[in-house]
């Protein structure tokens, strides 16, 4: 189970720093820069370019979506009554969904998503400030670790401090 683990892992983040370093890239550099080519040839670029990233939007989606549901079945036991895990996660997903929309949205062929792909430079920033916040959520969930719970922590510490006595009372007998 381990090593599906670790595969479903590098795949999830694998498919993050694809996705959201391209769009980073297209924001920043490809389109500022496709700006300054005249009409025509900068439409067949923008096509061009769309028709091979809008495969690696609907491949990626899909890749999170299994692999965030594998992780997510793997980790849940672990954080049984971590309401604060749970509201990050909920958090995360619920941001995951609109950033698919809107990702889809951009690359799409629908009339009525149109208004969103004339303002491509405004959606496609959103996008990534969303996608930055689910970076940093994730993140922060992963480094918090699962946090020890009351009963568990008694029977980590008390022990130790009871063997801390013995030694205590043994060394003074002397």
């Known amino acids: 189970m381990e090593i599906i683990d670790v595969i479903s892992r590098v795949v999830h983040v694998a498919t993050a720093i694809t996705l959201v370093g391209g769009s980073v890239f297209m924001a920043f550099v490809l389109m500022p820069s496709a700006k300054q080519i005249d009409d025509e040839p900068h439409s067949q670029l923008a096509s061009l370019v769309k028709s091979r990233w809008k495969r690696f939007v609907?491949?990626?989606?899909?890749?999170?979506?299994?692999?965030?549901?594998?992780?997510?079945?793997?980790?849940?036991?672990?954080?049984?009554?971590?309401?604060?895990?749970?509201?990050?996660?909920?958090t995360k997903m619920l941001l995951a969904l609109v950033v698919f929309f809107i990702a889809s949205a951009l690359v799409g062929r629908s009339e009525k998503m149109e208004p969103i792909r004339k303002q491509k430079d405004k959606w496609i920033k959103v996008l990534i400030l969303l996608a930055a916040i689910i970076v940093a959520i994730s993140g922060f969930v992963k480094v918090r670790g699962v946090p020890v719970k009351a009963d568990e922590a008694s029977a980590v510490v008390l022990p130790g401090i009871e063997l801390t006595a013995r030694l205590f009372r043994a060394s003074n007998k002397t």
Do not use: E, V, W
């Open 58 to 90: 609907h491949g990626g989606i899909l890749l999170f979506l299994l692999s965030g549901i594998y992780n997510y079945m793997r980790a849940i036991p672990k954080h049984q009554g971590d309401t604060l895990y749970h509201a990050l996660l909920g």
